[in-house]
């Protein structure tokens, strides 16, 4: 597993409101593996639900469950065919949040912004122009509809 961040600099909310720089942290496990015509073909985005973190699918007693019964060789999202992209959405885990400092000062966002966090993450920070799966649970399944 490989865990990072990425800082997206100047990003605009829908509400016009404006961060010089607002950082998505992730975790990747597997590699990206590029077709004949160089995108990545086997990336999967797995998206955490309201109040989570990406640590929820790879780590603790339901991490492991998660991350053992769909990540494990031979199963269905094995990690070692697949791309898994696992972000902590914005608002939550160690990605921006109005707790880091901002508190009542940080701008108002909703499902449009974090989904352009997150599609800028995975195409700007990642490389990633192909998805070959979108999930999510809870919140993160709204986000996969949206």
């Given at each position: 597993?490989?865990?990072?961040?990425?800082?997206?600099?100047?990003?605009?909310?829908?509400?016009?409101?404006?961060?010089?720089?607002?950082?998505?942290?992730?975790?990747?496990?597997g590699q990206p593996m590029r077709g004949k015509d160089g995108?990545?073909?086997?990336?999967?985005?797995?998206?955490?639900?309201?109040?989570?973190?990406?640590?929820?699918?790879?780590?603790?007693?339901?991490?492991?469950?998660?991350?053992?019964?769909?990540?494990?060789?031979?199963?269905?999202?094995?990690?070692?065919?697949?791309?898994?992209?696992?972000?902590?959405?914005?608002?939550?885990?160690?990605?921006?949040?109005?707790?880091?400092?901002?508190?009542?000062?940080?701008?108002?966002?909703?499902?449009?912004?974090?989904?352009?966090?997150?599609?800028?993450?995975?195409?700007?920070?990642?490389?990633?122009?192909?998805?070959?799966?979108?999930?999510?649970?809870?919140?993160?399944?709204?986000?996969?509809?949206?």
């Open positions: 597993m490989t865990e990072g961040d990425f800082v997206l600099k100047d990003f605009k909310f829908a509400s016009g409101q404006t961060l010089p720089e607002l950082k998505m942290h992730y975790r990747t496990l995108k990545v073909a086997n990336a999967v985005l797995i998206l955490h639900g309201t109040g989570g973190a990406g640590s929820n699918f790879v780590e603790g007693a339901g991490g492991k469950l998660f991350a053992g019964e769909l990540f494990g060789k031979g199963q269905l999202l094995d990690s070692t065919r697949y791309h898994l992209i696992i972000p902590d959405n914005l608002g939550h885990g160690k990605s921006s949040k109005p707790s880091d400092s901002l508190r009542g000062r940080f701008p108002k966002y909703g499902y449009e912004d974090t989904i352009h966090a997150q599609h800028r993450l995975v195409t700007e920070g990642l490389k990633v122009d192909h998805a070959r799966l979108v999930m999510g649970t809870s919140m993160g399944g709204m986000h996969t509809w949206l």
